[in-house]
């Protein structure tokens, strides 16, 4: 036992390749961040703006457009790129993605429903920007509280059962979307593919800071479970024999990770790839210990996706790209790569 | 009335989306920079004259050809805030799709004025927004001489075409496009059927409500007299023989007439003013076979 727990605490310990590995990758991110701040479409100089020179307008665009869209962008990123690095390690699949649990696809029919229902009576213009989140977060929700009840009888074998059931779940969510899709009007069509496509625009403060609330408490309750990630991948019996409450250790990581998703989507749209590749980087560049892979992931998260914002909002201005088309334009020739490069081994 | 009556209700629907930027079709504060997002409108903007004071369009606005070299805020449903803001303009006016409702309000929250203009896909539609614009860019005189000089003969001449209801008994098959092997056709409520009705004729595909895909079984029994399609809709078929002998049409009277009409997709379901020349133009092609 004492041999064990002499090795635990060794393992825990961060190697000086990934402590420096995680401090470029928070230097990456806030530098990022800066750049996102300083550019966009709209002239603005940040000198003027920290010296108290620019302009109302400029003033305004820069705190109430730019600045909550560069953290939302940033907090997504972080979200996705953390619970897809927890994910892959409680599933024991490399392949494993946030959108696997089915809560994107929850998400998206709540969005579905507001965006091609919502006009037909009127609600979707009387709450205006806030009932398509809510409506996003709400299916969301629904999806977690179906995981639960679902899968609540499986013992710690379970995690199979877990994928199966959200793959289900994903399956059940997209015929209601193809519903919705068949009825939907002309106008109603392109406003769901846009939201399929993620977007950071148009967001609010009012909507940000309550995002940003459930996005960091769940990232905050996912960081612990690391060590028992880390031991998991023994396992799953092993890992319970070492000491690891596997049944808690699921439901934490799982609903951890679907509060973030669920909140993150609602104010983003599906943003594809992100949860999926960003562990992977992170794991190629320092290893596979989840102390270092569950922060290194959510800073690499936030820092590549605040940069694919920034080409999404810049590169064909005054108009933009949706960010999803940029993330997966990326991703998925990586994940072709992964694929092959599994073939290999 | 009871166009008025919807007029109304998606007026106050606006209003309670978005801190009011209903269409009041008042003269606006600063027609200096207006930015656009609507084909119809750029258009009705360089017929009064006032295409200087554009600074943007949007990527339906193709017509004139001049106008897509202005600077472009992209896909109407999909426009950015800082994008249009850092054009500068005093002035947005949009077609009652624009968005997303979320960026409006962010625009809107910098205090630049939004007008928009509600659709509706009939002649007097065209002539309410042309009326509409001249007041809010302060130029109703042009307004009301673009109006007699050009809608009122071509309305007059459409009345001509169709009077008695000569053209009623025709059926007519819009097609957009064609997706996966069959045919996306314009049902009620489209501004397909809005240009149908215009040219006095009947819609084949009325009982289809919005842009549908159809089957080849629904299409022979419609059995419209004419075709009509875009000619980017007709890409999707290949050549205009190829459309002709196409498994979901080849058997309706109009393919076997060869009746089958190409136009200019913006012109016809853009309803800008010179969807009145297609109207007239399809009219005229509908009335000169016999019955």
Redesign the interface.
């Known amino acids: 036992m004492r041999v064990i727990a002499h090795k635990a605490a060794k393992v825990k310990n961060l190697s000086a390749n990934q402590t420096l590995t995680l401090i470029s990758l928070l230097v990456f991110a806030v530098a990022i961040a800066t750049l996102a701040c300083a550019s966009?479409?709209?002239?603005i100089s940040l000198w003027a703006i920290v010296q108290g020179q620019a302009s109302a307008?400029e003033n305004?665009?820069f705190m109430?457009?730019?600045v909550p869209r560069v953290l939302l962008s940033g907090f997504v990123g972080a979200s996705l790129g953390l619970s897809g690095a927890a994910l892959q390690g409680l599933f024991r699949n490399p392949l494993a993605d946030p959108g696997l649990i089915g809560v994107s696809a929850g998400a998206a029919l709540g969005a579905a429903i507001v965006i091609v229902l919502g006009s037909r009576f009127?609600v979707?213009?009387?709450l205006?920007?806030f009932l398509?989140p809510m409506a996003a977060i709400s299916g969301a929700a629904l999806v977690i509280l179906l995981l639960y009840i679902l899968t609540s009888g499986f013992g710690y074998q379970g995690v199979t059962y877990m994928l199966l059931v959200g793959i289900a779940v994903n399956a059940l969510a997209s015929v209601g979307i193809g519903i919705l899709t068949y009825i939907s009007?002309?106008?109603e069509l392109?406003?769901l593919t846009?939201w399929t496509m993620g977007?950071f625009?148009?967001?609010?403060w009012a909507l940000l800071v309550p995002a940003l609330l459930l996005i960091t408490a769940a990232l905050l309750a996912m960081v612990p479970a690391a060590r028992a990630l880390d031991l998991l991948q023994l396992g799953e019996i092993e890992a319970s024999r070492l000491g690891i409450d596997v049944g808690r250790l699921r439901y934490r990581v799982i609903f951890a990770a679907a509060v973030a998703v669920g909140a993150s989507v609602s104010l983003s749209g599906m943003i594809g790839f992100v949860g999926l590749v960003i562990p992977h980087l992170v794991r190629i560049v320092g290893g596979v210990h989840h102390c270092y892979l569950l922060p290194g992931s959510a800073m690499a998260g936030a820092g590549l996706m605040i940069a694919a914002d920034l080409i999404a909002?810049t590169v064909?201005?005054?108009?933009?790209l949706?960010v999803g088309l940029i993330t997966s334009a990326i991703g998925s020739p990586f994940f072709l790569w992964l694929i092959f490069r599994m073939k290999k081994l | 009335m009871m166009v008025m009556k919807m007029l109304m209700m998606r007026i106050t629907l606006l209003c309670l989306a978005l801190p009011c930027l209903a269409n009041t079709c008042t003269t606006a504060r600063d027609p200096a920079r207006i930015s656009v997002a609507g084909g119809s409108l750029t258009e009705i903007l360089y017929r009064l004259g006032a295409e200087k004071q554009i600074v943007a369009v949007d990527s339906t606005s193709n017509y004139p050809p001049e106008a897509s070299k202005l600077p472009s805020i992209g896909y109407i449903r999909n426009i950015s805030a800082e994008g249009i803001l850092s054009l500068y303009p005093t002035l947005i006016l949009g077609e009652d799709d624009i968005g997303p409702p979320a960026v409006l309000a962010q625009v809107h929250a910098m205090g630049i004025d939004i007008e928009i203009l509600t659709e509706e896909h009939s002649a007097q539609g065209i002539i309410d927004k042309i009326r509409c614009i001249g007041s809010i860019i302060g130029e109703s005189g042009k307004a009301n001489e673009l109006i007699k000089q050009f809608m009122l003969p071509r309305i007059d001449e459409l009345n001509i075409l169709t009077k008695k209801g000569r053209l009623a008994n025709k059926k007519i098959l819009f097609i957009l496009s064609l997706q996966a092997g069959s045919p996306i056709v314009g049902g009620t409520g489209t501004s397909a059927g809005g240009l149908i009705r215009m040219t006095g004729s009947s819609n084949a595909m009325a009982d289809v409500a919005g842009w549908k895909a159809t089957s080849t079984e629904a299409i022979i029994s419609a059995a419209p007299d004419f075709i009509v399609i875009s000619r980017r809709g007709l890409n999707t078929f290949g050549e205009l023989d190829e459309m002709r002998l196409h498994p979901a049409l080849r058997f309706t009277p109009a393919a076997k007439a060869g009746n089958i009409v190409v136009m200019d997709g913006m012109q016809m379901l853009g309803f800008g003013p010179r969807t009145l020349d297609a109207a007239v133009t399809l009219s005229r092609r509908f009335s000169s076979t016999k019955p």
Do not use: K, M, Y
């Not at chain 1, 625009?201 to 609010?204: L, N, Q």
């Not at chain 1, 064909?316 to 933009?320: R, V």
């Open positions: 966009g479409s709209f002239d307008l305004n665009v109430q457009i730019r009127g979707g213009a009387t205006g920007a398509l009007s002309d106008s392109r406003g846009f977007s625009g148009g967001v609010t909002r064909i201005q005054p108009a933009e949706p």
